[in-house]
């Protein structure tokens, strides 16, 4: 094949692959985003059943109390 052909069918595989690998990028931090955010609820849920307590468990000075295990899903979920 002519050098000419080769670098055409370069830059059009790169032309159409470089869109294609940035919409799988944002579907799959869509994807991410939406798992992170249904465990983050479902962690909350739990604390509430646990501690019978709408809010969480937490104090009115926004402290977690002693023993709702607020402070452990803080730090637990706080990097992520």
Do not use: H, K
Not at 12 to 30: H, Q
């Amino acid at each position: 094949m002519q050098w000419e052909f080769m670098v055409a069918l370069m830059l059009g595989v790169g032309a159409i692959l470089f869109p294609v690998t940035l919409v799988w990028y944002l579907n799959l931090g869509g994807i991410y985003a939406s798992f992170r955010n249904s465990r983050r609820t479902s962690v909350d849920e739990v604390e509430r059943r646990e501690t019978g307590c709408v809010g969480g468990g937490s104090r009115a000075g926004g402290q977690p109390s002693a023993g709702s295990g607020a402070g452990r899903r803080d730090a637990r979920w706080n990097g992520l």
